[in-house]
Antibody, heavy 121, light 109 residues
Framework: QVQLQESGPGLVKPSETLSLTCIVS?????????WGWIRQPPGKGLEWIGS???????YYNPSLKSRVTISVDTSKNHISLKLNSVTAADTAVYFC??????????????WGQGTMVTVSS | SYVLTQPPSVSVAPGQTARISCGGN??????VHWYQQKPGQAPVLVVY???DRPSGIPERFSGSNSGNTATLTISRVEAGDEADYYC????????????FGGGTKLTVL
């Protein structure tokens, strides 16, 4: 059974870099699939951040592209998210998710529980 | 960028049918996915590729997509269906790529 677990600091200072990890269990990311990061500000809707494939091929939300880096570490079986120059507007629950059939355009069928990140001094 | 428009709220009595719309320019030409999200929980995929259901999702959940509107239909609504619902598409015609609708709060009266 594939499971995803996000982890990282719950509090980040403005202008600093938000760094999160999504640990994948029950499946080797070396086998493929696209993996995505999605966030949800308190009381608001879902916003796609970006997606990555095993090969390192990435797609990013244009509104965040200049600040986002998503990477994959097959040795640790995890996907990472870095968002720099954060502001209060980046306060959100951050989810990682798997693309259902392995393609970037597929639905996200498996989600982590999410991790809340607050940007505040 | 591509925009998906959902009504903010839909209300329905138990046992009735709920229909949640998702509007977008020629959305009928795209594959639409639907997610259910309950408070404090991660989204759950309930319909993918317009009208397919993942295993474990009741047959009461169905989807359709044509023209400029996709619809999620929930038949015989139960109290446990009360949640936020989001539609999502992959838009290869713009650079925004993965797009979510704004979400619809389903209230079971």
């Amino acid at each position: 059974q594939v499971q995803l677990q996000e982890s990282g600091p719950g509090l980040v200072k403005p202008s600093e870099t938000l760094s999160l990890t999504c640990i994948v269990s029950g499946y080797s990311i070396s086998s493929g699939y696209f993996w995505g990061w999605i966030r949800q500000p308190p009381g608001k809707g879902l916003e796609w951040i970006g997606s990555i494939y095993l090969s390192g091929s990435t797609y990013y939300n244009p509104s965040l592209k200049s600040r986002v880096t998503i990477s994959v570490d097959t040795s640790k079986n995890h996907i990472s998210l870095k968002l720099n120059s954060v502001t209060a507007a980046d306060t959100a629950v951050y989810f990682c998710a798997r693309a259902q059939f392995g393609q970037v355009y597929d639905a996200f069928d498996i989600w982590g529980q999410g991790t809340m990140v607050t940007v505040s001094s | 960028s591509y925009v998906l428009t959902q009504p903010p709220s839909v209300s329905v009595a138990p046992g009735q049918t709920a229909r949640i719309s998702c509007g977008g320019n020629n959305i009928g030409g795209k594959s639409v996915h639907w997610y259910q999200q309950k408070p404090g929980q991660a989204p759950v995929l309930v319909v993918y590729d317009d009208s397919d259901r993942p295993s474990g999702i009741p047959e009461r959940f169905s989807g359709s997509n044509s023209g400029n509107t996709a619809t999620l239909t929930i038949s015989r609504v139960e109290a446990g269906d009360e949640a936020d619902y989001y539609c999502q598409v992959w838009d290869s015609t713009s650079d925004h790529l993965v797009v979510f609708g704004g979400g619809t709060k389903l209230t079971v009266l």
